[in-house]
């Protein structure tokens, strides 16, 4: 069984400031990490994936995320915030092993940057 | 930049009436989802699909809901008699070797 928690559901940051989006997951089998982030009316968009590689994984729009096996964590950061940073981020685990494996999501965060 | 698309955006119905949601994959992709998200709670897996049959399904995924790959590029999901529980914001997704699922816009349903 797998599980993911998102710590925070509302996060609120000033624009330039540190993003930090907490992800802790419950897994067992190895997993693999995904965050997804949706914007207001939009489908989810990947932003960055773990598939047991690098424990430190780069995504799009300057986001970041590393793997701590011993935390059980995959926390998002982004050094620099920007306005259209703001949006709802989802945190998922799957089976690690490939395709055609269900994706098991957090609550989401949602991220307000302000002016 | 190929999508996944998903129609109609918001679907109206009435309890007890049968809705079919149409999702179009990415063309070159062997596996397909449905997933759902009541308002104000999290993404839940519904069903999956491979080689034209079910992978897995959900507790929720009960006899009320089917899915279909009627031409080889529809995936359809239908829920033969709506409940009120039933509205939800509903994504497909599809997924090529070897780990990312695609995820549509989503259809939003109402059920009155």
């Known amino acids: 069984a797998q599980s993911v928690t998102q710590l925070g559901s509302h996060v609120s940051v000033s624009e330039g400031a540190l993003v930090l989006l907490r992800c802790n997951y419950s897994s067992s089998v190895p997993p693999y990490l995904f965050w997804y982030v949706q914007y207001p009316n939009q489908g989810l968009q990947l932003l960055l994936k773990y598939t047991s590689a690098a424990t430190l994984v780069k995504g799009i729009n300057g986001f970041e995320a590393e793997f701590k096996k011993s935390e059980t964590s995959f926390h998002l950061t982004k050094p620099s915030a920007h306005m259209s940073d703001a949006a709802e981020y989802f945190c998922?685990?799957?089976?690690?092993?490939?395709?055609?494996?269900?994706?098991?999501f957090g609550k989401g965060t949602l991220l307000t940057v302000n002016p | 930049e190929p999508e996944v698309t998903q129609t109609p955006s918001h679907q109206v119905t009435q309890m007890g009436q049968e809705v079919i949601l149409r999702c179009v994959p990415i063309?070159?992709?062997?596996?397909f989802y449905w997933y759902r998200q009541i308002l104000g709670q999290k993404v839940e897996f519904l069903v999956s699909f491979y080689n034209n049959e079910i992978s897995e399904k959900s507790e929720i995924f009960d006899d009320q809901f089917s899915v279909e790959r009627p031409d080889g590029s529809n995936f359809t999901l239908k829920i033969r008699s709506t409940k009120l529980e039933d509205s939800a914001m509903y994504f497909c997704a599809s997924e090529s070797p070897p780990d990312t699922q695609y995820f549509g816009p989503g259809t939003r349903l109402t059920v009155l």
């Open positions: 998922a685990v799957s089976a690690a092993g490939g395709s055609n494996y269900k994706l098991t």
């Open positions: 063309s070159n992709h062997l596996y």
